[in-house]
Each structure stands twice: as structure tokens, then as C-alpha cells.
């Protein structure tokens, strides 16, 4: 099922999968807002997990295979555990074996084609729960070791995990929903006890980190857009005191259209108003946005840490529609999904 939808296995619990962003940047030249925001090139981006099928948490907005989609296997233990040089290894391979494919289509630029099949950045992300993964800081340290950059995504339900990385990823995400118990248990619907409290555990250990940090909030219309929440995470932002906050809009792809409904989609604009109330309660400041992502950025820095090299055709200066008008961001997001 994990190959019919794309995948590449690597080992026995990891997987590549080409991004959306990967093909837009090699044949439309449009670039993913970590481009925009970090400087990550969008081709040169490998997307992967080491942990595919294991997670603690059954999140009703994840699009990936669960046990009740085919076999059942047990999510809170993984059976094996490959070398980190082979998935490391592995991975790069399978990102240049997806973009070699591109090799005779007519509108991608031979440049680029070189370049991405060169990558210098992991998205440790995708699919699963990373920290999963017994050896993920020797995981980090070798894609470092082969000169690329890594953004580690988690749900943050190992504090003990992050807090004992033998390296740490060059950025590092948490990702929110839920602002109490209560909504956790709801709506991320984890499969440990204590999850929400193991949360709110690597929030406190997140200023411990030398790396810049970020806590991404995914805005669902039906469940979180309200004030209660709101306030609610502009607390767990104090406790964090992490470099950056992405706002970002909830998307109906994959598994959670069985789930949620399309109108749980938040309009841009709508983004925009929760992030300017975040901003206001925290005095972090909105820095960037991108309308095609429907996500925007707060900074603690101002200007943030530039990681990667950018992509080309993307300007390097502060963003023009933070300002704009309703209905311009009405129709960019309406056309890109």
C-alpha cells in the first residue's frame, strides 16, 4: 500500500517519498515556504521517516496508513532497528532514483535536475513518529556528516528522547493542535497515557536547545480557530520560548478526508488573524507568509536564520502581502489547492 501511494522503502521502517514542492520547484519553478522562509531548495529537499508505521498518537488530521487500514502490527514498539548509515545512505538514494525520473520531462530546467540530485537538506517528517527511532541522533548526525541540513517534525511525546540526542537537528519542530487535555485526547487521540503531559515536558526542555526551534500550529476550522485556544498556546509559547512559530492551515489530503471535511480548510486570510492574535499576546512578530501554503511565520529574531542557499526566482526580501487584501489571498490559495 505504501509503494501504490508513492514511498520508497528503505530498509525495513524507513521511507522516502517525493514532496509536492519537489515537482513544482523542477517543472513550474514555485518553491515550498521553507524556501521562502530558510532558504531550503525544494528540489534539493529529501522528504523521510524513519519510523513509517509507528506513531503514539492516532491524530484525526494524518494522512498516513494506520493499522486499521490493512495488517495489524503493534504502532508503540518497533520490532527492528536498521543501522543509521543504511537509512541515511538509503534515503539519498532514493530521493535521486524519484528525481531522475525527470530526466525527459520537457520543462525541467537540466540545472536544477544536477542540483537536486545533489540534495543538501532531510526533512526528517513525513509519515510517523521520528523520535521513535532508538538511534535518531546517530540518524542526524551522519546526514550532517554527508553535508546536509536537517528540520526534525515531531509530536513531542519523548522529552527523553530530544533531550539525550547525541546531535541535534539543525532545526527543530513540535507540532500543536490541542491546547488542554481535554482537546489532546480529543482530537490527536494518543495511544500512551500521560501524552498531553509528555507535551507540555518538551515544551519546558525546548529553550535547552542550541538549534533555533519551532512550534507549528495547524489551524482546523471546526476545532481550534477560537480564542480559548488561542490564549491557550500563547502560553505554551512562553514556557517554550521557541525561535520561531509557523500558523499553518490544515489540508485535506490522504486518510483525513475520512475524517474531517473540506470545509475544515482555513482560508489564508483566516491564518493570518489567528498568527496577528498570537503576535499581539506573545510579542512575537509576523515576518513572512506563503499564500499557496496557507501558512505564516513569527519570529523572536526578526529576520530568521537563513539555513540553505534559497531557490532561484524566489526574492530575498521582507514579504510585500503580509497587507494584502482578502480577496487576493482568497484566490491564490483557492488555486493552488
Known amino acids: 500500500m505504501l509503494q501504490k501511494q508513492g514511498y520508497i522503502i528503505v530498509g525495513r521502517h524507513s521511507v522516502v517519498k517525493k514532496c509536492h514542492w519537489t515537482h513544482a520547484a523542477l517543472v513550474e519553478r514555485r518553491f515550498c515556504y521553507k524556501c521562502k522562509f530558510y532558504g531550503i531548495a525544494s528540489h534539493r529537499c529529501v522528504q523521510m521517516s524513519p519510523m513509517a508505521l509507528w506513531c503514539w498518537n492516532a491524530c484525526l488530521h494524518c494522512w498516513r496508513l494506520r493499522p486499521t487500514d490493512t495488517l495489524k502490527w503493534d504502532e508503540l514498539r518497533v520490532p527492528w532497528v536498521d543501522d543509521p548509515e543504511l537509512i541515511a545512505e538509503g534515503s539519498i538514494e532514493a530521493h535521486r532514483e524519484l528525481v531522475a525520473s525527470y530526466k525527459a520531462h520537457p520543462r525541467v530546467d537540466r540545472r536544477m535536475l544536477e542540483e537536486a540530485m545533489r540534495p543538501k537538506h532531510v526533512a526528517i517528517s513525513l509519515t510517523g513518529e521520528p523520535v521513535l527511532y532508538p538511534r535518531l541522533g546517530e540518524l542526524i548526525k551522519e546526514y550532517h556528516k554527508r553535508g546536509l541540513t536537517t528540520f526534525l517534525v515531531t509530536r513531542g511525546v519523548r522529552p527523553d528522547v530530544l533531550a539525550n540526542l547525541e546531535e541535534e537537528p539543525t532545526q527543530l ?23 498531553w503531559e509528555l507535551t507540555l515536558k518538551t515544551l519546558e526542555i525546548l529553550p535547552s536547545f542550541s538549534s533555533p526551534t519551532t512550534i507549528r500550529i495547524t489551524l482546523v476550522r471546526s476545532f481550534n480557530m477560537h480564542d480559548t485556544a488561542i490564549r491557550a498556546w500563547a502560553k505554551m509559547i512562553e514556557l517554550a520560548q521557541p525561535t520561531y512559530v509557523e500558523v499553518k492551515a490544515y489540508m485535506y489530503v490522504g486518510a483525513s478526508r475520512q475524517r474531517l471535511r473540506p470545509d475544515d480548510m482555513p482560508r489564508h486570510s483566516e491564518v493570518l488573524e489567528v498568527a ?25 529574531i526578526g529576520r530568521p536564520v537563513r539555513v540553505g542557499d534559497g531557490c532561484p526566482n524566489m526574492l530575498d526580501k521582507p514579504d510585500s502581502r503580509l497587507e494584502a487584501p482578502e480577496d487576493l489571498e482568497y484566490r491564490m490559495a483557492s488555486e493552488a489547492y
Open 173 to 195: 519542530y513540535v507540532s500543536i493542535e490541542a491546547w488542554d487535555r481535554r482537546s489532546y485526547n480529543e482530537f490527536d487521540r494518543p495511544l500512551v497515557p500521560r501524552a
Open 276 to 300: 496577528r492574535k498570537l503576535a499581539e499576546l506573545t510579542g512575537y512578530e509576523v515576518v513572512s507568509q506563503q499564500v499557496e501554503s496557507r501558512v505564516v511565520l513569527l519570529s523572536s
